[in-house]
């Protein structure tokens, strides 16, 4: 999420929220997340979603993973490695590659 804003701050200046919300949720893919991703595409598409700006969008995220962290049996080190197992490749290499490592499940 952290680097969604810098780059929305250096290459989505005068974006709308839709398009905002699309970009991210591109990033969104495989196993649960992806049927997670399909739900919130259908709700944009009846103009049901509940979701509006962005910090909407991520504590909605936030949300699910708080759900599927509880019931994963994980904790600590152990949950943020297995939920960086689970990223988009890209993005698990810029994980990699930054300068300082996430230490907690929330950054």
């Given amino acids: 999420m952290n680097a969604y804003h810098l ?3 250096a290459r989505l200046g ?6 905002r919300i699309s970009w991210v949720l591109s990033y969104v893919q495989g196993g649960v997340a992806e049927v997670w991703k399909d739900n919130i595409l ?3 598409e009846k103009g049901t979603l509940e979701v509006e700006t962005m910090e909407e969008l991520f ?3 936030r949300e699910e993973f708080r759900r599927a962290a509880r019931g994963s049996g994980y904790e600590g080190r152990a949950l943020i490695d297995e939920f960086k197992r689970g990223l ?8 990699a590659k930054a300068e300082s490592s996430p230490s907690t499940i929330m950054e």
Wanted: glycine share 14%; charged share 45%.
């Fill in 14 to 19: 005068g974006v709308g929220n839709k398009e």
């Fill in 59 to 61: 504590e909605k995220i």
């Fill in 88 to 95: 988009n490749g890209t993005i698990r290499r810029k994980l």
């Fill in 42 to 44: 259908d709700e944009t």
């Fill in 7 to 9: 780059y929305a701050r």
